[in-house]
């Protein structure tokens, strides 16, 4: 079994910078893709960020390209995110997920292994 947790999050103000963290532990998750999503209050869960087992994949939602940078560590298991300019509608629970799967994909539900998440909340 794979357990993920994240942390990093937290209340920051618009414009501000967060760097999310996410350890893998547990049986390996180094031969598949991770992936960040997100859920805020009263919406479904979305894509935000994705990355390949060597990290020469990567993909980012619309809402964050430019602003949020995807990153993994194999050696310690753990992919990151870097998130700058904040914006307010960036608030949401942010989850780990992880897949065995060689290729990064986009949906939820490809993902077998998820985190508990983390808060992130941003002030106008």
């Known amino acids: 079994q794979v357990r993920l947790v994240e942390s990093g999050g937290g209340l920051v103000q618009a414009g501000d910078s967060l760097r999310l963290s996410c350890a893998a532990s547990?049986?390996?998750?180094?031969?598949?893709?991770m992936a960040w999503f997100r859920r805020a209050p009263g919406k479904e869960r979305e894509f935000v960020a994705a990355?390949?087992?060597?990290?020469?994949?990567?993909s980012y939602a619309d809402s964050v390209k430019g602003r949020f940078t995807i990153s993994r560590d194999n050696a310690k298991n753990t992919v990151y995110l870097q998130m700058n300019s904040l914006k307010p509608e960036d608030t949401a629970v942010y989850y780990c997920?992880?897949?065995?799967?060689?290729?990064?994909?986009?949906?939820?539900?490809?993902?077998?292994?998820w985190g508990q998440g983390t808060q992130v909340t941003v002030s106008s």
């Open positions: 997920a992880a897949t065995t799967a060689f290729t990064i994909m986009t949906m939820s539900t490809a993902y077998g292994y």
């Open positions: 547990g049986r390996t998750i180094g031969a598949g893709s």
């Open positions: 990355i390949s087992r060597n990290s020469a994949s990567i």
